[in-house]
């Protein structure tokens, strides 16, 4: 099985920047993808970004592309997030997630394993 832990959350105004990291351990060597997701307050979580393990492939949804970026380190088996022009409707708990299907996918359901979540807060 794969663990995942997610850190890097945190409090920035509006307008700055912060880096999510997902440190992945266990068995990865099945993981055809890695994805984050936020949830807001009384809301369903939502696909922010996905990135394909072996070929760095990757997917955004519309309301953050251009302004969050998803990259990996194989070799240190670490997923990032990092977000630029932060908004208050940024604020949410982040899920790293791993995918063992094939291709991309924007559903819950097509993860397999999650972390526990990481608090990101934009509020001046």
């Known amino acids: 099985q794969v663990q995942l832990v997610e850190s890097g959350g945190g409090l920035v105004q509006p307008g700055g920047s912060l880096r999510l990291s997902c440190a992945a351990s266990?068995?990865?060597?099945?993981?055809?993808?890695w994805g984050w997701f936020r949830q807001a307050p009384g809301k369903e979580r939502e696909f922010v970004a996905a990135i394909t393990w072996s070929t760095g492939n990757t997917d955004y949804a519309d309301s953050v592309k251009g302004r969050f970026t998803i990259s990996r380190d194989n070799a240190k088996n670490m997923v990032y997030l990092q977000m630029n022009s932060l908004r208050p409707e940024d604020t949410a708990v982040y899920y790293c997630a791993a995918r063992y299907g094939v291709g991309f996918s924007r559903k819950q359901d097509g993860y397999g394993r999650w972390g526990q979540g990481t608090q990101v807060t934009v509020s001046s």
């Open positions: 266990g068995r990865t060597s099945n993981v055809y993808n």
